[in-house]
């Protein structure tokens, strides 16, 4: 059977302000897990459009697309396209979950919710000849036997980063922005691989550097207790998403600093328990975040915080403010949004209710775009404090003000060096990736992110890190 796996490019991907390298940084698993059902007899053609240019001039027997807000229509146009070659499609993924009347339109099959049990069971039909329009996955949903991913199918000069993970599906927490409670409505939203296999698939993978993928991985505590005690003497450097909450409880994050962990992508998302409150965001709520940022740093940690403009307590003096606390912690790197309900999440439902959805354009649900009524700003404000924030934070300024916050000179070199790599060389990431010499540069980047993690903390860190444990008890 001739197969063919598309992942389309996201709409601000393609946008004048594409940054190549955020896109060229690892290599998406969801379709390349999904292939692991497959024959090894099949024929299968997997293209990631964020990084080559797709061929669709082939003729598959059948076509599996992989479906995000900003790629639906770029997506419904390749699938349109393919079934009139004849080819049997399949749409699934987040976008489809949450519209399956609006997919099916432009498709033979789809699929709702995730895919590890339900993908199985339609190519079983399909090769029977009896594919069913729909497939829900429902129940006690399980990867913990799930085959191996099939790497095989990845091009991994194409990627930084070419050791991307996953080792658990979503999270355990509800906040009503995210898609979450959607997609893995009718069964478990939150499950992890057990620990045994988890370490197998990192023994499979050449280098050093991991990026795992993971909604949230510290969300099941004793399960990454004893993961991080399997990664001890690995001797690899990895990267990760975790909540405020992970980081400040007790012995967990020493243990992930240990086996490799130096660089954290954080939800902070906002400053105000007013916002964390209406986002249903509890587990930030009463958490110290100059805390948590300290004891990433003293742990030889950097920090990626995430951040949310729009929310129904901002004003306009929300950009500065929180620029400058994340200048003033001196966080590396920080990624900025503007607030965006999404089809099937509970703000969307809570913005249809209130009338406050400006339209339905996909393509402009992209965090860069103001889609809704905000509460407290005009539509204009929002999105023009929004791009402040970018250029105000990554100005040189602030930058080594930034850097400055650490003690130490090599500290603040390897700040200046990673936050500048990341947003200020856009020419070179360009000439890389167009070279498609992309990985090339994942020397410099294991070299700084193992220099974070050398210093061994000093008695004002273990004092600090003493304060927060007591902090998050009480």
Not at 9 to 24: Q, V
Not at 210 to 218: A, E
Not at 255 to 272: D, I, Y
Request: hydrophobic share 40%; aromatic share 12%; net charge neutral.
């Amino acid at each position: 059977m001739r197969v063919k796996m598309i992942l389309p490019a996201l709409t601000e991907a393609t946008s004048p302000f594409f940054r190549p390298i955020k896109y060229s940084l690892f290599p998406p698993l969801g379709l390349a897990t999904l292939a692991s059902h497959l024959y090894t007899s099949d024929e299968v053609d997997l293209q990631d459009e964020h990084v080559e240019q797709l061929n669709t001039d082939d003729t598959p027997d059948l076509v599996v697309i992989q479906v995000y807000i900003t790629s639906a229509y770029r997506a419904y146009a390749l699938a349109d396209h393919y079934r009139s070659k004849g080819a049997h499609v399949c749409l699934g993924g987040l976008h489809v979950t949450s519209l399956p009347q609006e997919a099916a339109a432009h498709a033979d099959t789809i699929f709702l919710g995730p895919g590890d049990d339900t993908f199985p069971e339609f190519l079983k039909d399909f090769r029977a000849g009896q594919p069913k329009k729909n497939y829900t996955s429902l129940g006690q949903r399980s990867i913990e036997r799930i085959p191996p991913i099939r790497r095989d199918l990845i091009k991994r000069h194409l990627y930084l980063v070419p050791n991307s993970i996953v080792v658990s599906r979503g999270c355990p927490h509800v906040c009503n922005f995210c898609y979450k409670e959607a997609f893995f409505e009718g069964g478990k939203s939150f499950y992890v691989q057990t620990v045994d296999a988890a370490l197998a698939e990192i023994e499979r993978l050449p280098g050093r550097h991991l990026y795992f993928l993971d909604d949230h991985l510290f969300g099941n505590a004793q399960f990454a207790r004893g993961w991080f005690e399997g990664m001890r003497g690995m001797g690899r450097l990895w990267q990760a998403a975790g909540t405020i909450q992970s980081v400040l409880k007790p012995g967990l994050l020493e243990k992930a600093a240990a086996c490799g962990l130096r660089s954290l992508f954080v939800g902070v998302e906002t400053l105000s328990p007013e916002n964390l409150r209406s986002s249903l965001k509890y587990q930030n709520l009463h958490k110290d975040y100059d805390a948590a940022i300290r004891r990433l740093h003293d742990n030889g940690v950097m920090v990626n915080g995430s951040f949310v403009f729009g929310m129904d307590g901002d004003n306009e003096s929300v950009f500065d403010r929180t620029v400058e606390w994340a200048v003033k912690q001196g966080i590396e790197t920080a990624t900025f949004h503007i607030m965006t309900p999404y089809p099937g999440t509970g703000l969307y439902q809570q913005m249809g209710r209130e009338n406050r959805l400006l339209h339905s354009n996909w393509d402009l649900y992209d965090t860069r775009h103001v889609v809704y009524r905000p509460a407290k700003l005009t539509a204009e404000q929002l999105e023009a404090g929004y791009w402040r924030a970018y250029r105000e934070f990554y100005a040189w300024g602030n930058i080594f003000k930034g850097a400055w916050t650490n003690a130490d000179w090599r500290e603040r070199m390897r700040h200046v060096g990673y936050a500048a790599g990341w947003k200020k060389f856009e020419p070179l990431w360009d000439m890389v990736i167009r070279a498609k010499r992309a990985t090339a540069a994942l020397p410099t980047l294991e070299t700084i992110l193992d220099g974070f993690g050398a210093h061994p903390a000093d008695e004002r860190a273990e004092k600090q890190n003493a304060q927060s444990l007591l902090q998050f008890r009480m």
